[in-house]
Nanobody, 119 residues
Framework: QVQLVESGGGLVQAGGSLRLSCAAS????????MGWYRQAPGKQRRLVAA???????NYADSMKGRFIISRDNAKNTVYLQMNSLKPEDTAAYYC?????????????WGKGTLVTVSS
């Protein structure tokens, strides 16, 4: 099993910034891609950004230029720097880790951290 613990969420005014962190622990499995998803009330969970162990990144179009994902492989930690936040960024943000397990790959999820952006 891989345990993921997110931190850094909170309340911020529009235009402000927040930095989310997600630390992975508890497993000898090799973690490949780590990423962030978000889910607003009544909506589906959607990709925000992802980063491979080699540093290749992928962003949802609406986050490009505002959000930056980074990763410390030695600490098995992924970060999401969120700038120029908008009220529509309000959501629960979930950390995702894709690990190589016997038989293939598996997604592991954190419990989420809430980000609220006030107008």
């Amino acid at each position: 099993q891989v345990q993921l613990v997110e931190s850094g969420g909170g309340l911020v005014q529009a235009g402000g910034s927040l930095r989310l962190s997600c630390a992975a622990s508890g497993s000898s499995f090799s973690i490949n891609t780590m990423g962030w998803y978000r889910q607003a009330p009544g909506k589906q969970r959607r990709l925000v950004a992802a980063i491979t162990s080699g540093g290749r990144t992928n962003y949802a179009d609406s986050m490009k230029g505002r959000f930056i994902i980074s990763r410390d492989n030695a600490k098995n930690t992924v970060y999401l720097q969120m700038n120029s936040l908008k009220p529509e960024d309000t959501a629960a943000y979930y950390c995702d880790a894709v690990a190589s397990v016997p038989g293939g790959q598996r997604h592991f999820w954190g419990k989420g951290t809430l980000v609220t952006v006030s107008s």
